[in-house]
């Protein structure tokens, strides 16, 4: 058969990792920086440094390979094809690139890389963004699954489970604070990894944390986009996964991946790090009883958000009505013929509107501050599954999107905000004729990158837009509240809303001000900021290195719990 190499994309492909890999094992940089388009972008996950780092344009991109990469250094660079990634086409804008995966070596890691490419003026295809990431240290690879016989099968797995698991609890080298989704994938990557993980969960049972929220949460992603490292869903799973449903899954994730949590269990009084010895000293009460461990290193997976917020308003004496976060929002019924305010308009904030609505409050209104970033329900799942395609494993969405720098994503999105805007045109028409004030996300780059940036200031709709827009939940916009009256709630401009109940739904602390609680002010200080975006795009304090030794932050979503748990376990 023969190709075309400007139209069979594996000829393509190959053409430039041929040049990239020689110019790589040599070390040639000036070759390397010639095979990026003068924009393109470098992602390096742990090959050259033991951090992330992202490099726009190759003046940056030439500087780190000259600071970082030796003749030698990477070797036996390949193309790497399975059932679900070869070189194919994908858009860009009015233009098609060209996207490759490929696999490499270094004296002491195994990588993997994903490179897109696109033409440049001349007809030569370039790269646009690179990304390297370590897959597994040498002497330290990821075990796939066991044999399942034990001791030339005199061993039960029952007395083999039990004697890990007592060495577990005995002598953990790793502490993990929290047996939510990321929690518990870290303590599957360790178990795959060889080590020893103990996880500690404050209340009864894993999943309470999905439990004890508002009845109708479901999440607002596919369940591709929301699967669980090792143990993804069968295919009879609803697509929007019910908060209870995932949280037996969490408790069944324990047992099939065979973790070991203590729950209700918290850390008791301040924990002490042994510069000397590198290993703390931590007391935890289990079930009322003290018991101390000495791990080497301890992770604080209790989430991005810390606790939540409502804010000190004076007047709160003379309100007759009741005063609720919405983290703790158990559903509308004993709400049925009050006059209900909702303070906020976020992702919860629209949930419980919605559910008051259904449950026949007398009135529910939303009050919004500034403006709040939308996008229709069935728009966010069609652009979800671009990426994780139901029919695939969520793995090949995974190594799309981490492969992909956030910075690049935020100019990419940005040169489609007008399409943004026209895709949901109907519903944002009828929310602003409600009152209700749009943004487009950070410099009109939608709503994707503020997960990472803002971990909230936006909802995804699923039927709450069309009742403001008729008028079934209505608007309070653009001031805040500041007093309580006897009968409601007074506003900046003097306005007052009558008020049986106010629920407050306007977020959380940070996670930093639930470590200061367990770990001392002192300890806090030596870490930096978790979560958010740095200059170069890459995720703040969580997932990388926190400033205080064996102290780490593993807080985020899904893609990355997924994509970065083995990476914190490789640091």
């Not at 003379?318 to 303070?343: D, E, K, R, T, W």
Request: hydrophobic share 40%.
């Amino acid at each position: 058969m023969v190709h075309n190499s400007q139209t069979d994309p594996r000829v393509i492909a190959l053409a430039w990792l041929k040049q990239y890999g020689a110019a790589i094992l040599l070390a040639d940089i000036p070759i390397i920086a010639s095979l990026f388009l003068p924009h393109g972008w470098f992602r390096d996950v742990l090959t050259f440094t033991w951090d992330t780092r992202s490099l726009e344009g190759t003046d940056k991109i030439s500087a780190y390979f000259s600071e970082h990469l030796k003749p030698g250094y990477v070797s036996d660079m390949t193309l790497f094809e399975d059932l679900y990634i070869r070189p194919s086409f994908f858009p860009v804008g009015p233009h098609s690139g060209v996207e490759v995966a490929f696999s490499y070596d270094t004296p002491i890691a195994h990588g993997q890389g994903f490179a897109r490419l696109m033409e440049d003026g001349n007809g030569e295809w370039k790269a646009l963004s690179v990304c390297m990431f370590v897959a597994d240290l040498r002497g330290h690879e990821e075990t796939n699954y066991e044999l399942g016989i034990y001791g030339g099968h005199t061993l039960a797995w029952a007395d083999v489970y039990a004697e890990r698991r007592a060495k577990i609890e005995s002598e953990p080298q790793i502490l993990i604070v929290g047996a939510g989704q990321i929690g518990l994938m870290l303590a599957a990557v360790c178990k795959q990894m060889n080590l020893r993980a103990l996880v500690i969960e404050r209340t009864e049972r894993v999943g309470d944390i999905w439990r004890q929220r508002y009845p109708t949460l479901a999440f607002h992603t596919t369940r591709r986009h929301h699967e669980m490292l090792y143990q993804p869903y069968p295919p009879t799973w609803p697509l929007f996964t019910p908060k209870d449903k995932f949280a037996d899954w969490l408790e069944g994730y324990v047992k099939f991946q065979d973790l070991v949590v203590w729950t209700s269990s918290q850390i008791d009084g301040q924990p002490l790090y042994h510069d000397d010895a590198k290993r703390w000293d931590v007391t935890v009460r289990r079930n009322g009883k003290l018991v101390t461990v000495n791990p080497s290193h301890v992770i604080i997976a209790t989430g991005v958000l810390g606790e939540a917020v409502i804010p000190v308003l004076p007047g709160k004496e003379l309100f007759s009505g009741s005063i609720l976060q919405g983290h703790y929002y158990q559903g509308g019924p004993s709400y049925a013929g009050q006059n209900v305010v909702v303070v906020g308009a976020g992702n919860t904030a629209i949930d419980i509107c919605q559910d008051l609505w259904f449950h026949k409050a007398k009135s529910v209104t939303m009050t919004q501050r500034s403006s709040t970033c939308i996008i229709a329900g069935e728009t966010a799942s069609r652009n979800i599954q671009r990426v994780w395609a139901d029919q695939e494993p969520a793995a090949v969405g995974d190594l799309k999107f981490k492969t992909m720098p956030l910075g690049l994503l935020r100019k990419l999105q940005q040169s489609r905000t007008q399409e943004m805007w026209d895709e949901d045109k109907e519903m944002f028409e009828g929310l602003q004729k409600a009152g209700l004030k749009l943004n487009m996300g950070p410099d009109g780059a939608g709503q994707l990158l503020m997960v990472w940036e803002r971990c909230g200031g936006y909802w995804v709709d699923k039927g709450g837009a069309k009742l403001i827009a008729n008028g079934g939940i209505k608007v309070k916009q653009g001031h805040e509240a500041t007093a309580y009256t006897k009968t409601g709630l007074q506003f900046a401009d003097g306005t007052e809303l009558e008020a049986d109940s106010v629920i407050f739904a306007i977020g959380y602390t940070n996670v930093r001000e639930v470590a200061k609680k367990i770990f001392g002010e002192e300890a806090i200080k030596r870490t930096g900021e978790v979560y958010g975006l740095d200059d170069e795009g890459e995720l703040k304090g969580s997932f990388r290195p926190s400033g205080h030794p064996g102290l780490w932050f593993g807080s985020g979503e899904f893609i990355t719990g997924r994509t970065m748990a083995k990476q914190l376990k490789l640091v």
